[in-house]
């Protein structure tokens, strides 16, 4: 049974960094695809930023360009977001999702349909 679980979201202050993980079990990891989503109140959810089965390929949001970076390492079957100079209008639930070899990274965090999804992990930025 695929499973994706995410940790580390929080209360931070603007201009204070978080690092999300997602923990992947029951998925052959290595043929994945993996990306981070957000969802603000009220707001669809978008594509933050994807990372490609070997990790050699990484896409962003242009929001979070040169703040968030994403890795992943397949040996553990994990992913991670380190997110720096955070922002209020970074509030958002947060997921990680997988996709079976998609065309590409930029493809994967434009589209809303993946075969696996996370329950979410919340990032409040508030002074």
């Known amino acids: 049974q695929a499973q994706l679980v995410e940790a580390g979201g929080g209360l931070v202050q603007p201009g204070g960094s978080l690092r999300l993980s997602c923990a992947a079990s029951?998925?052959?990891?290595?043929?994945?695809?993996i990306g981070w989503f957000r969802q603000a109140p009220g707001k669809e959810r978008v594509g933050v930023s994807c990372?490609?089965?070997?990790?050699?390929?990484?896409s962003y949001r242009n929001a979070v360009k040169g703040r968030f970076t994403i890795s992943r390492d397949n040996a553990k079957k994990m992913v991670y977001l380190q997110m720096d100079n955070l922002k209020p209008g970074d509030t958002a639930n947060y997921y990680c999702?997988?996709?079976?070899?998609?065309?590409?990274?930029?493809?994967?965090?434009?589209?809303?349909?993946?075969?696996?999804w996370g329950q979410g992990t919340q990032v409040t930025v508030s002074s």
């Open positions: 999702a997988a996709l079976l070899s998609p065309l590409s990274v930029q493809a994967q965090c434009a589209n809303s349909q993946q075969d696996f």
């Open positions: 990372i490609s089965s070997s990790g050699g390929q990484t």
């Open positions: 029951g998925i052959t990891f290595e043929q994945y695809g």
